[in-house]
Nanobody, 125 residues
Framework: VQLQASGGGSVQAGGSLRLSCAPS????????VGWFRQAPGKEREFVAG????????SYEDSVKGRFTISKDNDKNTVYLQMNSLKPEDTAVYYC???????????????????WGQGTQVTVSS
């Protein structure tokens, strides 16, 4: 499935952004959708994940309480609401999706076959 991610930008520390991820010509039903990020010189890391059918979510510890992953059934879209942004949140953010993701590999980028194009998030201090 092709994914379209959008919503990145530049904000000051403490600001907010909302990222969106939607599949092209497909539905997210039965998929796990994850958000990952990659900062320059660093490995891609898990940020948050959502199981579409159940709505269950998971977060990386550093974003808990600040980021919220959610879905809109009517719009067939997954969102990542990012509040209280910090300079260390600066990265390219990617959405990913796969039907075969299970709890044990939810946080592994290798578990996901479909990836969006990435959207830049820059947080200045």
């Amino acid at each position: 499935v092709q994914l379209q991610a959008s919503g990145g930008g530049s904000v000051q520390a403490g600001g907010s952004l909302r990222l969106s991820c939607a599949p092209s010509g497909h539905t997210f039903r039965g998929y796990v959708v994850g958000w990952f990020r990659q900062a320059p010189g660093k490995e891609r890391e898990f940020v948050a994940g959502l199981r579409w059918n159940s709505g269950l979510t998971s977060y990386e510890d550093s974003v808990k309480g600040r980021f919220t992953i959610s879905k809109d059934n009517d719009k067939n879209t997954v969102y990542l609401q990012m509040n209280s942004l910090k300079p260390e949140d600066t990265a390219v953010y990617y959405c990913a999706a796969d039907r075969g993701v299970i709890l044990s590999n939810l946080r592994s980028s290798r578990a996901y076959d479909s990836w969006g194009q990435g959207t830049q998030v820059t947080v200045s201090s």
